[in-house]
T-cell receptor
Framework: AQTVTQSQPEMSVQEAETVTLSCTYDTSESDYYLFWYKQPPSRQMILVIRQEAYKQQNATENRFSVNFQKAAKSFSLKISDSQLGDAAMYFCAYRSYGSGNTGKLIFGQGTTLQVKP | IAGITQAPTSQILAAGRRMTLRCTQDMRHNAMYWYRQDLGLGLRLIHYSNTAGTTGKGEVPDGYSVSRANTDDFPLTLASAVPSQTSVYFC??????????FGPGTRLLVL
């Protein structure tokens, strides 16, 4: 079974600085998707970024980028130029590839990010 | 476009009562999911539906049932609520690009 681990329960960053959130996963599959979701105090789950395992290039979305290390099974999220609105809980999630599976997301435990003004 | 709506936003329920959490999406996504979120455990899949008329069990299905009569609606029913079902419940859907989009969640307290 696949597992996702976020080893940092809490992180803090100064506004305008850069922070990296860690995520590792365990799987025997070769094709899969990885995601980072943001959950602000409003409780809404918001997709931040997505990575397909077959793509070697790291995904980027504006100030958000990932460092995807497939061999090491590592998927970290880098937030550049941190803003107060980035304060939230961040979840790393794994999804198997292909139509024959449930399509379920397997989530890590989450990392709470505090942004200091 | 509303995306995914869930109702109610929050609910306090007496143990033993029956409760249905509603979920509706307007994106014409084939797949829909129900997750529960508990502190320190992230989100865990309760039930899923890959297309209208079909459903399947997730990681924590006991005490819950679902139906998928049409593409848009995916209600989750607690037949006889117990305190361990106190949680935040999220409905999600996905189309052809595999990414799941979430509703705003329902906070449920079972006393």
């Amino acid at each position: 079974a696949q597992t996702v681990t976020q080893s940092q329960p809490e992180m803090s960053v100064q506004e305008a600085e850069t922070v990296t959130l860690s995520c590792t996963y365990d799987t025997s599959e070769s094709d899969y998707y990885l995601f980072w979701y943001k959950q602000p105090p409003s409780r809404q789950m918001i997709l931040v970024i997505r990575q397909e395992a077959y793509k070697q290039q790291n995904a980027t979305e504006n100030r958000f980028s990932v460092n995807f290390q497939k061999a090491a099974k590592s998927f970290s999220l880098k937030i550049s130029d941190s803003q107060l609105g980035d304060a939230a809980m961040y979840f790393c999630a794994y999804r198997s590839y292909g139509s024959g599976n449930t399509g379920k997301l397997i989530f890590g435990q989450g990392t709470t990010l505090q942004v200091k003004p | 476009i509303a995306g995914i709506t869930q109702a109610p936003t929050s609910q306090i329920l007496a143990a033993g009562r029956r409760m249905t959490l509603r979920c509706t999406q307007d994106m014409r996504h084939n797949a829909m999911y129900w997750y529960r979120q508990d502190l320190g455990l992230g989100l865990r899949l309760i039930h899923y539906s890959n297309t209208a008329g079909t459903t399947g069990k997730g990681e924590v299905p006991d005490g819950y049932s679902v139906s998928r009569a049409n593409t848009d609606d995916f209600p989750l029913t607690l037949a006889s609520a117990v305190p361990s079902q106190t949680s935040v419940y999220f409905c999600a859907s996905s189309g052809s690009k595999e990414t799941q989009y979430f509703g705003p969640g329902t906070r449920l307290l079972v006393l």
